[in-house]
């Protein structure tokens, strides 16, 4: 069977709007832009002209200064917001740039920030005909049956 053209296409307004994810084994939503959306390309490009960008796309740095590095750019333009994070005495932290940006940079949320990472690069999460089968699926027919 052939594979409709429909079924490779994404949503351009949710690559670079986000969609919502749950991280897992939590209540904790974050909502998701795809890597590589235009915004976050064009922040990376204006990145490359820091001499800390240059070193870690060169291999200079390790993984985790790599990632420190780029955290602003992707606390802008990926990590775009958040639900249900409280701190450890259970105040509501709400999302902020500059609050992911400080929570990307730590090394001990370093599975967080691969998961944010991940979830970005997940072609299927923004799928347009992922979409369409939901509203096809749960959308009753026109004869209200």
């Known amino acids: 069977m052939a594979t409709k053209l429909k079924m490779m296409k994404t ?17 904790f939503k974050c909502k998701i832009a795809r890597a590589g959306n ?3 390309d064009e922040a990376s490009r204006s990145l490359r002209k820091n001499a800390r960008i240059r070193q870690a796309a060169q291999g200079q740095l390790t993984g985790r200064e790599s990632k420190a590095a780029i955290a602003p750019a992707v606390a802008e333009h990926i990590l775009l ?5 409280c ?11 500059q609050k992911a940006t400080e929570l990307l940079k730590d090394p001990a949320l370093n599975d967080w920030y691969d998961w944010v990472l991940a979830t970005s ?25």
Do not use: C, H, M
């Open 81 to 85: 917001d958040w639900q249900g994070l």
């Open 38 to 40: 235009p915004k976050f």
């Open 121 to 145: 690069a997940n072609a299927d999460l923004f799928r347009a005909e992922l979409e369409e089968e939901i509203v096809g699926n749960s959308a009753p027919s026109s004869s209200g049956s």
């Open 87 to 97: 701190d450890d005495n259970g105040n509501d932290i709400p999302y902020s740039r």
């Open 11 to 27: 949503d351009l307004k949710k690559e670079t709007e986000g969609v919502w994810a749950t991280y897992p084994g939590t209540d």
